[in-house]
């Protein structure tokens, strides 16, 4: 069982760092949306200010194309890292799936260790019946062969 063991612990080894990348990847999509919410909130600010401003109105228009340049990138980068967490996922499930088979060959084969134990055990114990059986026939002849109500004719022993 060394061999299937050691396969097994690969596996999940193999399966805790394919989840890893996507803890990793679930981080970085939190983080590009939380820069996008910062740009959106600076961008109402800004809003605001400039309402209240004629010189700060005049640049909004600039600092509002700039920052919804900036919140594209980022949201584009945000559906890369969506797509790399999907594939991520395809990942983990097959790691899985591979796990999965080799402790259902290590179970199976347990199972069969434990059956082939099981029929040595009944093995032994029929054996084991089977000499008692014989033991006691033969105690039971030895005692009929000197005790009164012996059957046999007196001639006949030897």
Same mark, same amino acid.
């Given at each position: +069982?060394?061999?299937?063991?050691?396969l097994?612990?690969?596996?999940?080894? /193999?399966?805790?760092?394919?989840?890893?990348? @996507? !803890?990793? %990847? *679930?981080v970085?999509?939190? $983080?590009l949306e =939380?820069?996008?919410?910062? %740009?959106?909130?600076?961008?109402?600010?800004? =809003?605001?200010?400039?309402? /209240?401003? +004629? *010189?700060a $109105?005049?640049?909004?228009?600039?600092?509002?194309?700039?920052n919804?340049? &900036?919140?594209? &990138?980022l949201?584009?980068?945000?559906e890369?890292?969506?797509?790399? @967490?999907? @594939?991520?996922?395809?990942? !983990?499930?097959? #790691?899985?799936?591979? %796990?999965?088979?080799?402790?259902? !060959?290590?179970?199976t084969?347990?199972a069969?260790?434990?059956?082939e134990? #099981?029929?040595r *055990?009944? #093995?032994?114990?029929?054996?084991? $019946?089977?000499q008692?059986? %014989?033991?006691?026939?033969q105690?039971?002849?030895?005692?009929?062969n000197?005790?009164p109500?012996? /059957?046999?004719?007196?001639g006949?022993? &030897?």
């Amino acid at each position: +069982m060394r061999g299937i063991d050691g396969l097994i612990r690969l596996s999940k080894w /193999t399966l805790d760092e394919k989840r890893r990348v @996507i !803890v990793d %990847l *679930e981080v970085l999509r939190s $983080g590009l949306e =939380r820069q996008i919410q910062a %740009l959106d909130e600076e961008l109402e600010r800004e =809003r605001k200010f400039a309402a /209240t401003s +004629m *010189e700060a $109105g005049y640049s909004f228009a600039n600092y509002r194309r700039v920052n919804r340049e &900036r919140v594209d &990138r980022l949201m584009a980068s945000r559906e890369e890292v969506i797509a790399k @967490i999907a @594939i991520a996922q395809d990942d !983990v499930n097959e #790691a899985f799936r591979e %796990l999965k088979k080799y402790e259902l !060959v290590k179970e199976t084969r347990l199972a069969a260790a434990a059956r082939e134990q #099981a029929k040595r *055990e009944q #093995a032994e114990l029929d054996e084991a $019946g089977l000499q008692g059986f %014989l033991r006691q026939q033969q105690s039971d002849a030895n005692q009929n062969n000197g005790q009164p109500g012996n /059957t046999e004719p007196a001639g006949s022993r &030897r």
